[in-house]
């Protein structure tokens, strides 16, 4: 299984285009995940490359600007692959963002990136995060976290 940049999924499956009726997904986290040190692990059983030869990437992002940027050149890249109508459900979180600006962030980037109409199908659900590997390794000194999690249909 190759590892593909999402900001470019839709070069890597040309034959699905125009045929994806169902998204699920839970991009990177502001300012919380970096994908490649997150999942190394799951990637490596996948028959990608081990941890040692990644170097750094871009998305760890601290800046909500160049974060929602990095998202909707995602969604930019996924949106070749749409069928006309489309359910997407996200999974998000960041540290410094409440569920209101996650929404609304995502509400336009969806709308930019995949440059169609995107309904926000629900209030979202929310839930604490509290048994990370992070935390794990930090003893008593966990830091809070929520995900929410949010359909749209474009």
Aim: proline share 3%.
């Amino acid at each position: 299984m190759a590892e593909v940049d999402a900001r470019r999924i839709g070069e890597a499956f040309p034959e699905l285009k125009g045929r994806v009726t169902d998204v699920i997904t839970s991009p990177p986290y502001l300012d919380t995940t970096n994908y490649r040190e997150d999942q190394w692990l799951r990637l490596w059983f996948l028959g990608s490359r081990s941890m040692t030869t990644y170097a750094r990437a871009d998305d760890r992002h601290y800046a909500s600007e160049m974060y929602w940027e990095f998202l909707q050149a995602s969604w930019r890249g996924l949106a070749p692959l749409l069928a006309e109508r489309v359910r997407l459900v996200v999974r998000i979180g960041g540290r410094r963002l409440c569920k209101s600006e996650l929404r609304d962030g995502l509400v336009q980037s969806l709308s930019t990136g995949l440059n169609r109409s995107v309904r926000l199908v629900d209030t979202g659900v929310s839930s604490k995060v509290s048994n990370t590997q992070a935390n794990a390794f930090r003893g008593t000194k966990t830091s809070q976290l929520m995900e929410h999690d949010f359909s749209f249909a474009a």
